[in-house]
């Protein structure tokens, strides 16, 4: 479909951009390629790194007319939570004398 059609070559740019952000593996998206489905994978890249610059450029102009509000949306923070295990530490700090943590309670080393 590789054509002088500009309608058809935005279909395949299109399709191309659409694999690449689903993560589609290259031979999968070679194969579409050989059948005239997508556009090669270097169009790929270079498409998204041009949009990655027009959507820069956008935003640093909508940031100095001070009429923007930035918002996150979908921040993960994995807030991990550490207790601390009287037995486990108990037992790691045995050899140098001190207490010993028994499973039912704790005693104190000779």
């Known amino acids: 479909m590789q054509s002088s059609n500009q309608q058809c070559n ?6 191309g951009i659409f694999l690449h952000s689903y993560n589609m593996p290259e031979a999968a998206i070679d194969l579409l390629v050989q059948l005239r489905v997508s556009v090669l994978l270097k169009t790929i890249s270079h498409s998204t790194s041009s949009l990655s610059n027009e959507a ?17 949306d979908n921040l993960d923070i994995d807030f991990k939570q550490y207790f601390l295990m009287p037995h486990r530490f108990l037992q790691e700090s045995s050899h140098s004398g001190g207490f010993q943590w028994n499973g039912t309670g704790i005693e104190e080393n000779p």
């Open 10 to 15: 935005i279909f395949q740019s299109a399709v």
């Open 56 to 72: 820069e450029t956008a935003i640093k102009q909508l940031g100095q007319t001070f009429l923007a509000a930035y918002a996150y």
